[in-house]
């Protein structure tokens, strides 16, 4: 079981790396061969047990089989390109919780039937919709399960691309949604006949969907009853698996306290939850002697255990977290069921095993790893031990085991990880267990039937949150509460992993402490030294908006943060943060915020509460803590690279857009090449800079100006900067249509190469080296996987299509 459990992970993690999915045939060559070595080996074997390594084998491809034909079912699901960013009218039914942001309505939307231009078209997987609000186009009252006819239109999954960064896409993929996109104003471009009603109920909630009006209807009674308490979110998610209402900060203390895991209904509280059924049912069911004599008692307490935690798990939506631990929880009830003793690790195997073959892609998710190897470290730790002493000696090993056990894969998959965690979760996890979780749970029912007893109960439940917060918070206030480092190189984990091992290993094992070595890889890890006189530039993925990075061998230079959205989410914290962790910086030597445009400004806070930053420079200093004024002639050297600062200045005339032209515009020059990047200057900008400097602005590499704007890169600047690759930042099929298609004409009747962040992701260049310029590295196509948007045409913008070529990326422009 242990073996064919490793296999079945081995395959349908293997499945991941892929760019591109195996073909039908390989597969079915694949099954075949599976089916003949299975039969084979059960002839050869009869009533002998199989080889070691066979089971491995067999697992491996069965697993791998799985995940692939898993994921040709949802890539079959696509939404066709020829739909995007077309109106389309859709029928189906609401099928996710309501979430407002802002003065925007999200809901994923299942849909049954779509029609484009009067006629019917293949109907794509789920849907994440977004219903923006307007002074005159009010939303109606929206719930689960009510069946719609919306106008929307969609697009494909799309995801901001960078090292170090969250892969969102992967994210959707695994939830099974197949396109993005928002609701339309039902009085333009109807897309079926006028007579038809758009963006209408059709019916009302039916049975399908009768869990998730319960858990809308609890919702609405919890956030009645609590009123605006600040922790009232953190009761909802304990109650229901909804963590909507939890806000940044929150999130920001159960991440630096390692305690975020106390907010998703996952095996700790659906365990606690079966194991109060299991010893309430086993403690009553031994008060009748006749019910004791037909059925143990312990088969009882199972059964209700497994009721329970059943329960709970739908109340969470049965969310793949809720799903792996109600699998989990099943495993250990039924071998109690059946009377059967099993030893810990064959009920892993056997859990581990059920919830890949029931989601083979549950293997994308960071959780699945950490849950699972969680039970695993607690399991080698506490097993085979002669003596375990009392009760908060065991907890307070399972708090240490947890913490070294975990700490390589939180370095890997976050980059960061809790150093107070054990003490955090020491009081933390008993106290919400035993106290908070229970009082949740019971005001919840009682608000079916008492609004008084539930609210007082979940009052009692905000109070125990209250009483733990203070700590929580103490700790997080801590500077080295969360350790934070870029990712270690695979070939440290399994070194970590062995050390780990030999560690945790049983009293009597020798130079158990020694094995600490095989941590060091992880914590000392350097990134790869920018010789002296070089420089690495990275135009980042913020979507519509600007953010580059410059390195030096010693020193960084951030230039733009991208934009902040409606829902508090910024890139600064979520896109830029991240990559600097995951190149081994620690602070920024300058910020350069070009103007106040929110797609240049937006990511500053976020950024700066998140890493520390020395020397702001900006057009617009009034609006930033500590920022100077950017001006024309600041200049200065970092380990042979020089920056020059040519705008604004008193040469520069407004004209157009005040705060457009009065971006900060900065030149770098690393040995040979130079890269010049010019904010959202626009016709009246340029023209200045080129009457002041003419040649001077010579450039290799151009951020392109406002974003391939039609009112920038006038035929007179890019004769000046001339230069020989030019990158547009800009987002996938943005409402600007950027960059607009003369302009791109503009840059092709230079020979320049082009690169855009929507289709390359973030985009890297080695200044000064020998092959600078021509080893461009995009993200998107290194970290290519099966499941991202591939670079095809795009109907919104046909003139800017760029495809991998060798090394590196040539134009495959249509002949104007």
Request: glycine share 8%; hydrophobic share 50%.
């Amino acid at each position: 079981m242990r073996r064919m459990a490793l296999g079945f992970l081995i395959g349908t993690a293997g499945l991941q790396p892929l760019s591109v999915l195996p073909g039908r045939a390989f597969l079915l060559g694949l099954l075949v061969t599976l089916l003949m070595a299975v039969t084979a080996l059960a002839w050869f074997f009869r009533g002998r047990p199989w080889p070691v390594f066979m089971n491995l084998v067999i697992g491996t491809g069965m697993g791998f089989f799985m995940a692939s034909i898993i994921a040709h079912s949802l890539l079959a699901g696509a939404l066709p390109t020829e739909l995007e960013g077309q109106d389309v009218v859709v029928e189906g039914y609401i099928a996710s919780l309501p979430e407002w942001q802002g003065r925007r309505l999200r809901f994923q939307f299942v849909p049954h039937s779509l029609h484009w231009q009067g006629e019917i078209q293949a109907v794509p997987g789920k849907l994440l919709l977004s219903w923006y609000s307007r002074k005159e186009h009010k939303i109606p009252s929206v719930h689960v399960g009510e069946r719609w006819r919306l106008q929307v239109r969609l697009k494909r999954p799309h995801g901001f691309s960078n090292p170090g960064g969250f892969d969102y896409e992967a994210w959707l993929f695994q939830q099974g949604i197949r396109a993005k996109g928002y609701v339309r104003h039902a009085t333009k471009h109807p897309a079926v006949d006028a007579t038809v009603s758009l963006n209408q109920r059709l019916t009302p909630a039916g049975n399908a969907y009768r869990v998730g009006q319960l858990r809308e209807t609890l919702r609405t009674r919890i956030l009645a009853a609590l009123d605006d308490h600040p922790l009232r979110g953190i009761v909802l998610a304990l109650a229901i698996g909804d963590r909507q209402q939890i806000s940044q900060p929150q999130w920001d203390v159960l991440m630096r306290t390692g305690t975020n895991h106390l907010v998703a209904i996952s095996g700790l509280h659906v365990g606690l939850v079966a194991g109060f059924a299991f010893f309430l049912m086993h403690r009553l069911w031994r008060c009748s002697a006749h019910a004791v004599i037909h059925w143990p008692a312990a088969k009882a307490g199972a059964v209700a255990a497994l009721l329970a935690a059943a329960v709970y798990a739908m109340l969470a939506g049965f969310s793949v977290p809720t799903q792996r631990a109600l699998v989990m929880v099943a495993v250990v009830m039924l071998a109690i069921i059946v009377q059967r003793h099993t030893r810990p690790s064959h009920l892993l195997a056997l859990a581990l095993l059920l919830v890949l073959m029931i989601d083979p892609l549950a293997v994308m998710a960071a959780g699945f790893w950490l849950s699972f190897g969680a039970v695993a470290v607690i399991v080698y730790g506490m097993s085979g031990r002669l003596a375990m002493n009392s009760y908060w000696w065991r907890w307070g090993r399972v708090q240490w085991l947890v913490a070294v056990g975990l700490f390589p894969a939180l370095l890997l998959l976050f980059q960061q990880a809790s150093v107070v965690a054990p003490l955090a979760n020491l009081l933390a996890v008993p106290w919400v267990s035993l106290v908070t979780v229970p009082l949740t749970l019971l005001g919840s029912i009682c608000l079916g039937f008492s609004t008084t007893l539930g609210g007082w109960l979940l009052g009692l439940s905000t109070l125990s949150l209250d009483a733990l917060w203070w700590w929580l918070d103490g700790l997080a206030q801590w500077k080295l509460a969360a350790w934070q480092q870029m990712a270690p190189p695979l070939w440290a984990m399994p070194v970590a992993v062995m050390g780990i091992l030999w560690l945790l290993a049983p009293r009597g094992v020798p130079a158990r402490w020694v094995w600490l070595v095989g941590l060091l890889p992880l914590l000392f890890v350097s990134p790869a030294v920018i010789p002296q006189g070089q420089a690495r530039f990275t135009l980042l993925d913020v979507g519509q908006g600007l953010a580059a990075v410059v390195q030096t061998q010693n020193h960084v230079l951030v230039f733009d943060t991208g934009p902040q959205f409606s829902s508090g989410f910024n890139t600064g914290e979520a896109v830029v943060a991240p990559y600097l962790r995951a190149q081994g910086r620690r602070h920024i030597d300058t910020l350069v915020v070009s103007h106040g445009d929110n797609d240049h400004i937006g990511g500053v806070a976020g950024l700066r509460a998140t890493i520390s930053v020395q020397q702001v420079l900006s057009s617009v200093p009034q609006r930033i803590d500590g920022a100077e004024l950017c001006q024309a002639g600041q200049r200065w050297q970092w380990d042979g690279v020089i920056f020059t600062m040519l705008s604004p200045g008193k040469h520069v005339h407004v004209g157009g857009r005040e705060s457009n032209n009065r971006s900060c515009v900065l030149r770098v020059q690393a040995g040979e090449h130079s890269v010049l990047l010019t904010g959202d200057i626009e016709r009246a900008a340029e023209d200045e800079l080129v009457r002041v400097f003419g040649n001077k602005l010579a450039s290799d590499v151009l951020v392109a100006p406002h974003h391939g704007s039609r009112t920038s890169s006038t035929p007179a600047f890019l004769a000046a900067v001339s230069p020989t690759v030019a990158l547009f930042p800009v987002g996938y099929r943005n409402r600007y249509g950027f960059p607009k298609a003369h302009i791109v004409q503009r840059y092709r009747d230079q020979q320049v190469r082009l690169f855009d962040t929507a289709r390359h992701g973030a985009i890297e260049l080695q200044l000064g080296s020998k092959d600078g310029l021509d080893a461009v590295n995009t993200h998107r196509q290194q970290a290519a996987r099966y499941w991202h948007v591939k670079d095809k045409p795009d109907a919104k913008l046909p003139h800017l299509l760029i495809h991998p070529a060798d090394k590196t990326f040539q134009q495959n422009l249509p002949a104007k």
